[in-house]
């Protein structure tokens, strides 16, 4: 498998912030929360599928809120782009999940709820 580093997600959220628009930076100790994911879903115990591995990535970065602006719009990219780089095709993705990082950020969406989510959204392949 495939994984993304702190510094490729830091390059992705500041690629996704030139496209959509944004404040540029991080917060120092919620980006460590954010390294601690991506080593997290190395983890294959606890974190034994894709689809786990994604929803923790995804939740952690729009909790945690590491990134100044654009935290949700960075989950939704650093997603399709750990999918993509395991064969996954990304296909619709972003326009399915917009409104789910929403509710996830809302509180309305718990991690769990995210991860039925995208059981449904992704087919891994």
């Known amino acids: 498998m495939n994984y993304l580093s702190i510094k490729e997600a830091v390059e992705l959220h500041d690629e996704i912030l030139e496209i959509s628009g944004g404040k540029r930076g991080y917060n120092d100790v919620s980006l460590g929360y954010l390294t601690?994911?991506?080593?997290?879903?190395?983890?294959?115990?606890?974190?034994?599928?894709?689809?786990?591995?994604?929803?923790?990535?995804?939740?952690?970065?729009?909790?945690?809120?590491?990134?100044?602006?654009?935290?949700?719009?960075?989950?939704?990219?650093?997603?399709?782009?750990?999918?993509?780089?395991?064969?996954?095709?990304?296909?619709?993705f972003a326009q399915k999940m917009e409104d789910v990082v929403v509710d996830v950020a809302e509180n309305k969406i718990s991690k769990e709820g995210l991860f039925e989510i995208l059981k449904k959204i992704v087919k891994e392949q």
């Open 36 to 92: 601690s994911a991506l080593e997290q879903i190395k983890n294959d115990i606890f974190y034994p599928s894709i689809i786990e591995k994604v929803a923790h990535l995804m939740f952690s970065c729009i909790k945690f809120h590491p990134f100044l602006d654009g935290n949700k719009r960075t989950s939704i990219y650093l997603a399709m782009i750990f999918l993509d780089f395991n064969g996954i095709d990304v296909q619709d």
